[in-house]
Every structure is written in structure tokens, then in C-alpha cells.
Nanobody
Framework: VQLQASGGGLVQAGGSLRLSCAASGSIVRVNRMAWYRQAPGKQRELVADISSGSLPNYADSVKGRFTISRDNAKNTMLLQMNSLKPEDTAVYYC????????WGAGQSYWGQGTLVTVSS
């Protein structure tokens, strides 16, 4: 199983970016999917997560600006980031709890990270 994240880049404050994450491989079901970020010198933090049949959750710092969504048929997840601020600068990681066989429990997988840089 692999998670592939993409969509990072350099943007000016107030701009927008959209991050994508795709899960591939032998997958029975994808449970929770989430975006985390890690800024230089800081710990990794949860940005947003989404589970099938549940409302998404957001960190207070991104509420009203970021929107997480997923396509269960394609095992993909998006993070639309609007009104970006310099403090949103970080490496963004996608994470997913993935079930690989009918009798197994889900396991946590991480994407490789994609850098988002917001200039002031």
C-alpha cells in the first residue's frame, strides 16, 4: 500500500492551494483519512481528518479556510486551502487507516509529505 501526496508549492498570502492524496495497492477499505503538517522546529499537528459517514474535523487554526474531502471509490483525499497565511507554511502529510484484508485491522500509512510555502 502506498499513499502519494501532491499539490504543494509556493503561494502568496491570501492565495489558495489544493493538496491531493491517493492510496494505491491491495486495499479492502480506507477508514479515517487525515492531513497533518509539520512546520520547521515544531511538532507534527493534525490539520483535518475525515471518516466515512462522519463530519470532518478541523484544527481551529484552519477552520473556515480549509476543506477536506474524499472520494471513497477512488481512495483519494483532497485538502482545499484558501486564504493561506505565512503560518500555514509546513510540510503536509497525508495519513490513512487502511484495511488490507477482510479479517485484518486497519493500519496507519503515511504519504511522503509535500511542502507548502506561503510568502507574506
Amino acid at each position: 500500500v502506498q499513499l502519494q501526496a501532491s499539490g504543494g508549492g509556493l503561494v502568496q498570502a491570501g492565495g489558495s492551494l489544493r493538496l491531493s492524496c491517493a492510496a494505491s495497492g491491495s486495499i479492502v477499505r480506507v477508514n479515517r483519512m487525515a492531513w497533518y503538517r509539520q512546520a520547521p522546529g515544531k511538532q507534527r499537528e493534525l490539520v483535518a481528518d475525515i471518516s466515512s459517514g462522519s463530519l470532518p474535523n478541523y484544527a481551529d487554526s484552519v477552520k473556515g479556510r480549509f476543506t477536506i474531502s474524499r472520494d471513497n471509490a477512488k481512495n483519494t483525499m483532497l485538502l482545499q486551502m484558501n486564504s493561506l497565511k505565512p503560518e500555514d507554511t509546513a510540510v503536509y502529510y497525508c495519513n490513512a487507516n487502511i484495511v488490507r484484508d477482510l479479517w485484518g485491522a486497519g493500519q496507519s500509512y503515511w504519504g511522503q509529505g509535500t511542502l507548502v510555502t506561503v510568502s507574506s
